[in-house]
C-alpha cells in the first residue's frame, strides 16, 4: 500500500475550478519477476519505468554498495 498526498495541480486551466493530483510519499520497486511485461501495454511500461525511474531518482543518493546495486537492478527499464 501507498501512501499519496494530495496538492493542488498547477497544470490544468481555472475554467472548472481547481484540479487535485496524488503525490507518491512511500517510494519502493515494483518487483520486475512478478510482472509478464509481454501484457503489458506501451502506456504500462512507460508508467512503470517512469516510476522506476522516480524511485531510482529520490533512494539512490542514501543507499550504497549493495543495497545501492540493488536498487538499480530492481528499477531497471523493461
Known amino acids: ?8 495541480h498547477s497544470g ?6 481547481d484540479f487535485l493530483e496524488f503525490e507518491t510519499l512511500t517510494l519502493c520497486p515494483i518487483h520486475l519477476d512478478c510482472i509478464v511485461v ?3 501495454t506501451d502506456e504500462e511500461k512507460d508508467w512503470l519505468n517512469s516510476y ?3 524511485v531510482q531518482e529520490r533512494l539512490a543518493e542514501h543507499l550504497s ?10 528499477t531497471r527499464k523493461i
Open 1 to 8: 500500500e501507498n501512501l499519496v498526498a494530495n496538492r493542488l
Open 12 to 17: 490544468f486551466e481555472k475554467t472548472y475550478g
Open 38 to 40: 509481454d501484457m503489458l
Open 52 to 54: 522506476h525511474q522516480t
Open 65 to 74: 554498495g549493495d543495497v545501492l546495486d540493488w536498487l538499480i537492478y530492481n
